[in-house]
């Protein structure tokens, strides 16, 4: 019986919701240059053109609920606590489709974890708050210090993901690593495969087709999210009870 499994998620979960992806054809980065909107100095530059970019991508999420994907995790977190164990989901993805799908189900908001930020908050410059974040982060002044110093409260290329400690904690005592919708091509994400095969856990692949670190696990499963993760997730609730 699996007890412990770590499941990381990549912008193809929310693909059939209706979010772009970075990397397919007419992703973000077909459409923007990351280094215009996805980096600290692009903000220094222009904090306009980012807060533009960002904001554009929060309303984006108003029209957009979860799919069976991101519902059968949360049936899945809350699963694995039932029977002692736990189903860690740890995102790349600064939309909020696991969090609406966890609170629905009644998950344990200790696991989901952002690893890239969220675009439901903002970063305070002055006062290093994390309030929620209005229509625009852009001239908004902060509502716990009232500086205008806002940005959005997402990683950047070239910052540091959040929660690395607590992560790598999670894999190296997981059994089972799961990636779902995600390309494999930014690090440190791309890495956990190896870092939970070395540490001694199955580890399988869930994505549209197979992604570039598709041979450093040990299973796989292609096809649209919404039909592989429900159908694993449905597999693995039935070797919990
Ligand atoms: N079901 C499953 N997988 C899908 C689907 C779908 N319906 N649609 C697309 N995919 C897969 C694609 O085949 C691709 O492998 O999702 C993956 C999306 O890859 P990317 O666009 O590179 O997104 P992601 O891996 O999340 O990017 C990682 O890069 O730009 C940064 O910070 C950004 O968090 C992001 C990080």
Redesign the pocket.
């Known amino acids: 019986m699996t007890q412990n499994i770590v499941v990381l998620t990549?912008?193809?979960?929310s693909?059939?919701s209706g979010l772009a992806?970075?990397?397919?054809s007419d992703?973000?980065?077909e459409n923007h240059h990351?280094e215009d909107v996805?980096t600290p100095e692009a903000f220094r530059r222009d904090p306009e053109l980012v807060h533009r970019f960002y904001d554009a991508r929060r309303a984006s999420l108003d029209g957009v609920v979860p799919n069976a994907?991101h519902h059968a995790l949360a049936r899945l977190q809350v699963a694995a606590r039932e029977h002692g164990g736990r189903a860690l989901v740890v995102t790349?993805?600064?939309d909020d489709l696991h969090d609406r799908a966890a609170a629905e189900a009644g998950a344990d908001p200790r696991d989901l974890l952002h690893m890239?930020g969220t675009l439901r908050q903002a970063w305070c410059l002055s006062c290093g708050g994390h309030p929620d974040a209005g229509r625009t982060t852009l001239n908004a002044p902060c509502p716990g210090c009232g500086a205008v110093a806002l940005r959005p409260d997402?990683?950047w290329?070239g910052e540091i993901p959040r929660h690395m400690d607590a992560i790598e904690e999670a894999l190296w005592a997981a059994d089972l690593f799961v990636s779902?919708?995600?390309?494999?091509?930014?690090y440190p994400?791309a890495g956990f495969v190896q870092l939970a095969s070395a540490a001694g856990a199955d580890t399988l692949e869930?994505?549209?087709?197979p992604?570039d670190g598709s041979a450093l696990f040990a299973r796989s499963k292609h096809?649209?999210?919404?039909d592989?993760v429900p159908a694993w997730v449905e597999e693995t609730l039935a070797t919990l009870s």
């Open positions: 990549g912008a193809g979960i693909a059939e992806t970075f990397r397919d992703g973000l980065w990351v996805a994907a790349q993805n600064v890239h997402v990683v290329f779902v919708g995600t390309s494999g091509a930014v994400a869930l994505n549209l087709v992604s096809g649209p999210a919404t592989v």
